[in-house]
């Protein structure tokens, strides 16, 4: 195997990654353009925004499948290469979050790839290096999302999580030890990715989904007035 097929394998990965799964579906389902909704973003929260919850399923599902599929063809064109396998769905986090099929100029005329945080397809590898993972990082992720009421430490909280996972399996001997860099890899272009939500975190101003999000809107308005 030489290093021509290892880049070849990394290209495709980014291309896979770019496909706006969640841009196609909103579409289809209503004719709007989910970069012209909510955070512009191409993910599942915004697709649960633009156009309802069975779209949003369906966008994490394909994005998933995104960071999955492209371990899993890592393996396949060049079996025992760990780290291939964890770049690859680095490369497709990079992807969905900048995609190649979603360049635009901003209101300055700079150019700039649109995309989503990376969340699903961050999952997606896990998944793809060890396929159990997901019975814990769902549970927990939907936990987050739901009861804290937050998407973005949702997302955070992905990485991180099957960081600990892999780290654990180290120490029994079941995985390599880059199954945890991947996570730490993913988990920084996320925070990278997700600059803008963090600082709304921080002032307190960022949107919630669930009942304490709704509790804590509640209070806020209640304050104001």
């Excluded at 880049?7 to 990654?17: E, K, N, R, T, W």
């Excluded at 993913?186 to 002032?203: V, Y």
Aim: hydrophobic share 55%.
């Amino acid at each position: 195997m030489n290093i021509l097929s290892y880049i070849g394998v990394l290209i495709l990965a980014y291309l896979i990654g770019s496909t706006p799964f969640g841009l196609l579906a909103v579409k289809l389902r209503t004719g709007k353009d989910i970069r012209e909704i909510g955070s512009g973003r191409t993910g599942t929260t915004n697709a649960v925004r633009a156009a309802g919850y069975p779209i949003g399923v369906l966008t994490l599902i394909l994005d998933i499948l995104k960071g999955a599929s492209v371990v899993w063809l890592a393996r396949w064109i060049a079996p025992g290469i760990t780290w291939l396998e964890i770049f690859a769905p680095v490369f497709a986090i990079v992807g969905h979050n900048y995609s190649i099929f979603l360049i635009e100029r901003d209101q300055d005329g700079k150019v700039r790839l649109r995309g989503g945080a990376g969340g699903a397809p961050a999952l997606g590898g896990a998944f793809g290096l060890w396929p159990p993972v997901v019975l814990i990082l769902l549970p927990f992720g939907l936990l987050i999302f739901f009861g804290v009421g937050y998407a973005s430490l949702a997302t955070m909280s992905v990485p991180l999580i099957a960081a600990i996972v892999f780290a654990i399996r180290v120490w029994l001997d079941a995985s390599p030890w880059m199954y945890v860099l991947y996570c730490l890899l993913a988990e920084a272009i996320l925070l990278w990715a997700l600059r803008p939500n963090i600082r709304s975190l921080l002032k307190g101003t960022e949107r919630g989904v669930g009942w304490r999000a709704r509790k804590v809107k509640e209070i806020n308005d209640f304050r104001n007035g």
